[in-house]
């Protein structure tokens, strides 16, 4: 009898050992699957959904600075109240205003009537240059630029 149960005894070791190899297989499955879980989430899942965002949100960054830009560009394009006539004024030491003669003093565009006050500033530099314009739908003259 005694010999029959230490079969017994092996026999039940013999079960119990091969369902200690079977308790660290359920928890290592356990354990890849929820690993795999965890990839798949942070891995495509967010990210997609993310990138997806992003996608979107530059296509919108980008259209509302084209539209800015377009509208900037009209509005600068939009002919604007433009001067008319431009005129020199020259000022002496004491800050009075002088005439000088034989200088020109009228002219029709910008670009040349600040060109003759640079010129003008080089020739005679005691004295300093306005460069006015009149406005149609005003009665006073704007100084433009002073040096």
């Known amino acids: ?12 070791m013999k ?3 091969g369902f200690a190899d079977q308790v660290f297989v359920i928890p290592g499955i356990a354990i890849v699957t929820f690993s795999h879980f965890m990839v ?14 992003f996608k979107e949100a530059g296509v919108v960054i980008v259209l509302a600075a084209v539209i800015i830009f377009t509208i900037m560009w009209f509005l600068r394009a939009i ?43 080089k020739s005679y530099p ?11 739908n005003s009665e006073k003259k704007i100084i433009i630029r002073y040096i």
């Open 1 to 12: 009898m005694l010999k029959r149960s230490l079969n017994y005894c092996d026999l039940i």
């Open 15 to 17: 079960k119990l050992d």
């Open 40 to 53: 798949v989430l942070f891995g495509q899942t967010i990210p997609s959904a993310v990138w997806s965002f």
């Open 79 to 121: 002919p604007h109240n433009r001067p008319k006539n431009y005129s020199i004024i020259s000022f002496d030491v004491f800050g009075q205003e002088s005439k000088i003669d034989g200088l020109r003093t009228e002219f029709k565009i910008h670009d040349v009537a600040w060109s003759f006050v640079k010129q003008y500033k």
């Open 126 to 136: 005691l004295y300093n240059f306005a460069l006015l314009s009149e406005m149609p």
